[in-house]
């Protein structure tokens, strides 16, 4: 099978791939963001996907995750590590750390969270939005490239693209939230509901601006998030070279009793369109 990532383009532009190939994938539900970079590392094969497209074209809010999630599906993909870039909530989780969250809030309101629908109802479970496989695997690959990071905490995503109010940064750190962002989501739940084994790096840019002395600017969040970068590469390489043989993920059966529908009554239009995703599940 296939480790699959999603961030930015120093990502893989740093990763030493070896038969490296570019890779359109049509989709039932759009173009990706971009065509997928398809190579090999260690062994493995990995395909790389940039969130945002390659000049970051698309909004938090307007990323074509459905596409993304069904394209990576589409060539084999069963593991995602993403990249975000995030402001911090806490006062010890400073700009340029690393935090691999466990947790997230959903505050977004604008965007489509399912592949499914249609005529096709599936209610999947989402207790532990972030693979508990994969958060292990990611924390161990920090620890043995020397990369500090702290596993654990949550990811409060919201809509964007503008930064949070003071008042709201004021109420998500009253909450005893940990970091906030604008791409976790819906990006997690499709990704859950592919089967697919999830978990993230997060990279702090900025305080947000619930420190009186913060007001968050984009040269400063560009600025950290370059300086980021390595420290992460370098988790990501080693997370693909050690990727144990044996690495299993209770996401690979998530959608199991989850079709809430009959499959006879499913329209045929939908069950075509949702095929590689639960073909198995509606024989």
């Known amino acids: 099978m296939t480790i699959g990532v999603i961030g930015g383009s120093g990502i893989y532009e740093a990763l030493p791939l070896e038969n490296v190939e570019k890779r359109h994938v049509d989709t039932p539900f759009g173009d990706p963001s971009h065509e997928l970079t398809l190579g090999e590392l260690a ?4 395909a790389f996907l940039p969130r945002h497209g390659p000049d970051h074209q698309h909004t938090p809010t307007n990323a074509p ?4 999630i069904y394209a990576l599906k589409s060539v084999g993909v069963d593991r995602v590590v993403s990249t975000n870039a995030v402001g911090s909530l806490r006062e010890d989780l400073p700009p340029r750390s690393l935090l691999v969250p466990t947790q997230i809030v959903d505050r977004t309101s604008r965007r489509e969270h399912t592949f499914f629908g249609d005529g096709m109802v599936v209610h999947m479970g989402f207790a532990d939005p972030y693979d508990p496989a994969m958060v292990e695997h990611l924390a161990g690959a920090a620890e043995r490239a020397d990369v500090d990071v702290e596993s654990g905490g949550t990811y409060v995503c919201i809509e964007g693209p503008q930064y949070s109010t003071r008042a709201e940064s004021e109420f998500y750190r009253d909450q005893g939230w940990d970091v906030v962002g604008m791409t976790a989501i819906p990006e997690a739940k499709l990704a859950r509901e592919a089967e697919l084994a999830y978990a993230t790096v997060t990279g702090v840019t900025d305080y ?7 007001e968050v600017t984009l040269d400063e969040v560009l600025e950290n998030a370059d300086a980021n970068q390595e420290s992460i590469n370098a988790i990501i390489e080693e997370a693909v070279r050690s990727m144990p043989d044996d690495f299993e993920s209770d996401a ?3 959608l199991e009793g989850t079709v809430n529908t009959p499959s ?3 329209p045929a239009d939908t069950r075509e369109r949702v095929d590689l995703l639960a073909g198995q599940y509606l024989d």
């Not at 062994?43 to 990995?46: K, P």
């Not at 947000?208 to 913060?214: A, E, I, Y």
């Open 43 to 46: 062994g493995e094969e990995v």
């Open 65 to 68: 995750y459905k596409a993304n």
């Open 208 to 214: 947000d601006v619930w420190k009186t002395d913060s």
């Open 252 to 254: 690979w059966s998530a």
């Open 264 to 266: 006879d009554a499913i």
